[in-house]
């Protein structure tokens, strides 16, 4: 596995290795001593995963603190369009977003730090994303940002949102989230 830097404070993209032969493949997702030689949290509390149709946008999602948490995401099958939006009012990238292609072909993560909100749209049906936090879900420290506040821009007709997604507040700069 390797841990490689984005433009954004605390936030990496793994690039996993992954090992096929006659029976299948393997990849390793969490490594402790990858994770401690980064500086990563690499202990997590909760894990999920979401099974989604083609063309499902899930997000803008977060935790406020205490409850916030670094999340790791990954695609076991499919792929998706993952984005990152960052909402540390101190950070120079402060509502600013990260996309990258996640895919069960590219064997791509992505660690988030606390203070992002995160979300994908997926790109295959039957999509399997996991994601594991460093935090358990607290539903009363649960929040979000509306998917179509911020300068992304879904590319498909007709997306999946679920109306909890549709109904998040847009995105204020002049917020303080974390």
């Known amino acids: 596995m390797k ?3 984005t433009k954004f404070k605390d ?3 793994l690039e996993y290795n992954s090992f096929k032969d006659n029976r299948g493949e393997f990849v390793k997702t969490i490594h402790k001593e990858t994770f401690l030689e ?3 949290e690499w202990e997590f509390k909760e894990s999920f995963y979401s099974v989604s149709h083609k063309n499902v946008f899930r997000g803008m999602h977060f935790q406020y603190a205490p409850n916030d948490h670094q999340k790791l995401v990954y695609v076991v099958k499919g792929s998706i369009i993952d984005i990152i939006l960052d909402l540390r009012s101190q950070s120079e990238t402060f509502g600013q977003y990260f996309t990258i292609e996640l895919s069960d072909t ?3 993560g992505i660690y988030i730090g606390k203070g992002f909100a995160h979300g994908f749209i997926s790109q ?3 999509t399997i994303v996991e994601y594991h936090t460093t935090t358990v879900q607290d539903k009363d420290s649960e929040g979000g940002v509306r998917y179509d506040s911020f ?3 879904i590319t498909v007709n007709d997306p999946i949102i679920s109306e909890r997604d549709q109904s998040f507040d ?3 700069p ?3 989230y974390f």
């Open 3 to 5: 841990i490689v830097t």
């Open 106 to 108: 590219n064997r791509k």
């Open 11 to 13: 936030l990496y993209v």
């Open 151 to 153: 300068g992304f821009k």
């Open 170 to 172: 847009k995105f204020n």
């Open 124 to 126: 295959e049906d039957d």
């Open 38 to 40: 980064s500086k990563l």
């Open 174 to 176: 002049n917020i303080k």
